[in-house]
């Protein structure tokens, strides 16, 4: 048996691969080898991957990174670890399975992967605000630097609080205070907002820090252009209201274009007047929905819907007909499907 794969990469269904014949999940059994269900890693695929001489080093420094608890001026941990996996040959980088790698070293660190330039370009700014900083991992090197930045985020973890972002019972790198975006941007009008990797699908996080921000530059990390951070009216904001001043590359983790974006706030403000209308009805829509409407759905519902974040995505029978056999199980079965009433 294999998985499904469209255009060379495997399809995801409710966050696992499945089966190119009955669509349902499977997970890595050996290196080229699959199995029915997504329970622990094999034993022959993890000896395998134990044996690599890029995974043994990788371990060991994440565990040692693990154990800190300060930042020195010089230290990076999460900028070493990513240049380690990203040195890795290219059969290799597949068997470590680098989104694995990826949401493992985020949560304990940053969605973001820092640099000395990116630190440099925010010192020029300084002070800064950060809001939604999570574990504080940028603010911490910031300030082992002697850069003025203060940490806001609306559960920080490690303090009793659920975080869905980061690593339960991991103590933040820095002091993060509790606060929500909109509230800390409010309140540091005189200090450069930062947000980092804020969440595409909560306008609160973006679009509420910066409408709530009284200062002149904001400083965005993520992607441009509703890519995955930011709201879709984050991202018209500041199209519509600010102008990029400067932009530095980051390193990428695989399918990401992350970088950090400096604005400035333009001098006089145009309101933000584009709204999303229902492509049936041309009734409007909530901002940043894609489709119908829900009267239009209820009255002509398509032949299958899911549910993706806050988006509800439409397939007409002709597009459910010509999907493979193992894909239309997959979703039929799929957890995220929108059951007609």
């Not at 565990?63 to 941990?77: I, V």
């Not at 609306?154 to 509230?183: D, I, K, M, Y």
């Not at 759905?297 to 439409?314: D, I, K, M, Q, Y």
Request: proline share 6%.
């Amino acid at each position: 048996m294999r998985p499904l794969l469209s255009a060379g990469r495997r399809v995801i269904v409710d966050g696992h691969p499945i089966c190119d014949l009955c669509g349902g999940a499977v997970g890595r059994f050996g290196a080229q080898q699959w199995r029915h269900g997504t329970g622990r890693i094999a034993k022959p695929l993890f000896l395998q991957i134990r044996n690599l001489q890029t995974y043994r080093e990788y371990r060991a420094r994440l565990s040692a990174a693990g154990r800190l608890r300060n930042l020195g001026a010089r230290d990076n941990p999460y900028l070493e670890l990513a240049l380690l996996l990203s040195s890795a040959p290219p059969e290799a980088q597949r068997l470590l399975e680098l989104d694995e790698r990826r949401r493992e070293l985020a949560s304990l660190f940053s969605w973001a992967i820092p640099t000395e330039p990116a630190l440099a370009v925010l010192a020029k700014y300084a002070p800064l605000v950060e809001c939604g900083a999570g574990t504080g991992y940028w603010a911490a090197l910031l300030r082992s630097r002697g850069v003025d930045a203060l940490a806001y985020d609306l559960a920080p973890p490690g303090r009793g609080t659920r975080n869905e972002f980061h690593r339960r019972g991991r103590q933040p790198w820095t002091e993060v205070q509790r606060a929500s975006a909109a509230a800390a941007a409010r309140r540091h009008g005189e200090r450069t907002l930062v947000l980092c990797w804020p969440p595409y699908e909560e306008d609160a996080a973006s679009y509420g820090a910066l409408r709530a921000y009284r200062g002149d530059v904001v400083v965005h990390i993520g992607e441009r252009d509703e890519g995955a951070t930011g709201s879709v009216r984050f991202h018209r904001e500041l199209r519509l209201n600010w102008t990029l001043a400067e932009e530095l590359e980051l390193p990428h983790w695989p399918g990401l274009r992350d970088r950090l974006m400096v604005y400035r706030r333009n001098a006089r403000r145009r309101p933000l007047v584009e709204r999303d209308r229902c492509f049936e009805c041309r009734r409007f829509i909530a901002t940043g929905s894609i489709g119908r409407c829900d009267t239009c759905f209820a009255l002509r519902p398509p032949a299958l819907a899911l549910r993706v974040g806050r988006h509800r995505v439409e397939y007409p029978q002709e597009v459910v007909d010509a999907m493979p056999p193992a894909l239309r199980r997959a979703f039929a079965a799929s957890r995220n499907r929108i059951r007609r009433a």
